[in-house]
């Protein structure tokens, strides 16, 4: 009686519907690529050219369309679109996988060097949600696009090598944290005081007033060709510079920086790879600026996704404007991002039954939100049903949550902007240990299932 009654979520590991070395071997894929993929731009280089390996072809070469084309475009170097053309008129609706590749992280200021105590520092303004704490006493490493007076463009990419060196942003030592110790976690650490650490020998120049700074302005200009003005027409972000590890006796999860949401963009990527010939048009959209409210021209409620999708209507023959409304109006989404795994060190902030487990499968979540389902996109019973029924055809492992206690903080993704567009949309991605951290922690199985979940809803 139980049995057929009762929901009991099923744990990967013990499931036959998943093979553990598949599991593994798909894993080693994406760890590799979150090694070499460190920032939106970087993530958009590595996606072209697997898109270029898997026969996708740029968006602007094209003269005309027709069911099976595969085809990307690039959105200002921080976001791309990956389409397979369907079987079906598009009017009849695309199918989407939407994910965020930009990740917390911390920008250098527009105006950053600066020397002090005998060392050079550059100053940061943080990006996204982040606990500042995180971020002090551990290596660092830049990556960014520095546009020259003459316009030229020199990207850096320094610290994730073996034997490159790294920066740093100093902590305080507990022998002189009594003060800081009384303080709230929220005053303790000043978002002003994010400063990177840069180098520490002066330029051999009696007349320099900042020899320390100079050097490292001399070692700029001698392997970049900058100046310090160059600064102020760059984008340097300061990630962590550690590599993804298996955690883990048994080697069951993988740890690492920027896994919200690349892991989700990793899978749908490689979902879109696998898609051949579908009935319906099959996207995958991958978005800058998630973390930071999706806004933006790179972001997702800029309007390039439906410029792009007007570009593939016209060139399949239709009409740019009701096409793409029709379009949208029967596609179908999922808001692929991370979720919150029950964590049992901070047990008090789940509400267990609603949570996610790790290695229980792909996460769905009917709504996000704070409050009171404040600002979120609460999906249908219907299309919840859908993709219920969808998944469990196709031996996809997969459990819902929400984002922790109700009126316990919240969040939200990109689902409210595509849902905003006439889109049935749900958030559907991996559940993640330590999110926003440097050593983020997902399960290798909750990664394959997510991957198993996009593969079978683009198809
Ligand atoms: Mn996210
Ligand atoms: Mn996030």
Redesign the pocket.
Known sequence: MEKTLSYKRQCAWKSDKANKDEIFMFCEGYKSFLNSARTEREFVLCAEKAALQNGFSALQNKDSLKPGDRVYRINRGKGILMAVIGSEDIEKGAHIVG??ID?PRLDLKQNPLYEDGETALVKTHYYGGLRKYQWLATPLAMHGRVVLANGNTVDISIGDEDDDFTFTISDLLPHLAREQGSKTLRDAFDAENLNVIVGSIPVDDEESKKPIKDAVLQYLNENYGMVEEDFLSAEIEMVPAVRVRDVGFDRSMIGGPAQ??RV?AYTAMQAIFETKNPKHTAICLLVDK??IGSMGNTGMQSRFFENTLAEICCLLGKSASLSVRRCLSNAKCLSA??NAAFDPNFAGVYEKSNAALLGHGVTISKYTGHGGKAESSDASAEFMGEIRRLFNANNVIWQTAELGKVDGGG?G?IAQYVANLDVDTIDC?TALLS?HSPFEVCSKADVYMTYRAYKCFLQ
């Open positions: 994910a965020h990740s919200d949401d989700c998630e973390e991002d991370v969040g993704t991605g999110m």
